[in-house]
Nanobody, 117 residues
């Protein structure tokens, strides 16, 4: 059974930091991504990283503040978030994207990140 489990969310003041982690079990993926969804808004891309080369990409809104990393031994994907802003408040989801097949099939349950002013 394939599972993606996020952890590390919480409440933090603006300017603070949080580190999210996604534990993946049951298989590996070509690419791992983080998405987020704020209340009343659509789910949006945050960051992604390839399993093999570790090539990372970011949404413009988080560039320079967030860093995505992976540990292929532990099969985990982390998102280090610094300089958090109230606009970063959302539920953050981990997504496993296979080389072939539906990239939107495998998701974690999400973890809440709340940034206060």
């Amino acid at each position: 059974q394939v599972q993606l489990a996020e952890s590390g969310g919480g409440l933090v003041q603006a300017g603070g930091s949080l580190r999210l982690s996604c534990a993946v079990s049951g298989r590996t993926f070509t690419t791992y991504a983080w998405f987020r969804q704020a209340p009343g808004k659509e789910r949006e891309f945050v960051a992604a990283i390839t399993r093999s080369s570790g090539t990372a990409s970011y949404a413009d809104s988080v560039k320079g503040r967030f860093t995505v990393s992976r540990d292929n031994i532990k099969n985990t994907v982390d998102l280090q978030m610094n300089g958090l802003k109230p606009d970063d408040t959302a539920v953050y989801y981990c997504n496993g994207r296979p080389t072939v097949g539906d990239p939107n099939k495998y998701w974690g349950q999400g973890t809440q990140v709340t940034v206060s002013k």
